[in-house]
């Protein structure tokens, strides 16, 4: 099953503004990716960010983690058309038999306008 | 150059056909991954390796099968009995499992 769930399923903002995309999970985690795929290419990582930590940074990426609320948010300022892409959160899965593997959500599709 | 290398890029295959997808990774990552991801869709776990000779089920794993022979390989099979195979398939490696993930470019297989 898909443990992330990205909020919303596509974004589309101009050049310039801030993007904000939300993830949500559900059974406890280690640590939460988020990552980026433009069409028809691999997945690249962009930030990981550890149950014990809350906010992290990366040029222009901010990623913070609630961990009672089971959700986390990437923010990317000052969007540049590069920025077109989709973008997924991962998140470590354990059951009683050990590591179930990264999961990944269903991505929100970012569009930035020029 | 370090990295992870799916191929081919493209695939075609009759349907009843099997049909296996190779990735190697010359990072020296212990723990590989298969992923499927059809069109707008997110990526589903279909098989995960920690350790050579070690792989577990993800979650749609029916319908395909992995081996890890060599630390740097692991090969997924689409048999026959995988319902709907056309797909994009995505293979990765970490240093280990679930940490940060390196992704191969993809393969895309068309069965006719």
């Known amino acids: 099953s898909q443990q992330g769930e990205e909020d919303p399923q596509a974004l589309s903002i101009q050049e310039g503004e801030n993007a904000t995309m939300n993830c949500s999970y559900k059974?406890?985690?280690?640590?939460l990716q988020w990552y980026r795929q433009n069409s028809g290419r691999g997945l690249v990582h962009l930030i990981l960010?550890?149950?014990?930590?809350r906010e992290k940074h990366s040029g222009r990426l901010r990623v913070t983690l609630d961990t009672s609320k089971k959700s986390s948010s990437l923010l990317i300022t000052a969007s540049r058309a590069a920025d077109t892409a989709s973008y997924f959160c991962a998140t470590d899965a354990y059951s009683g038999g050990g590591a179930d593997g990264l999961t990944f959500g269903k991505g929100t599709h970012l569009i930035i306008q020029p | 150059d370090g990295g992870i290398t799916q191929s081919p890029k493209y695939l075609f295959r009759k349907e009843g056909q099997n049909v296996t997808l190779s990735c190697e990774q010359n990072l020296n990552h212990d723990a590989m991954y298969w992923y499927r991801q059809d069109p707008g869709q997110g990526l589903r776990l279909i098989y995960y390796?920690?350790?050579?000779?070690?792989?577990q089920k993800g979650d749609i794993a029916e319908g395909y099968s992995v081996s890890r022979e060599k630390k740097e390989s692991f090969p997924l099979t689409v048999t026959s009995a995988q319902k709907n195979p056309t797909a994009f398939y995505l293979c990765?490696?970490?240093?280990?499992?679930?940490?940060?993930?390196?992704f191969g470019q993809g393969t895309r297989l068309t069965v006719v």
């Open positions: 059974t406890s985690i280690n640590n």
């Open positions: 990765a490696s970490s240093i280990l499992v679930n940490t940060e993930a390196f």
């Open positions: 390796s920690q350790i050579v000779n070690d792989f």
């Open positions: 960010i550890r149950s014990n930590e």
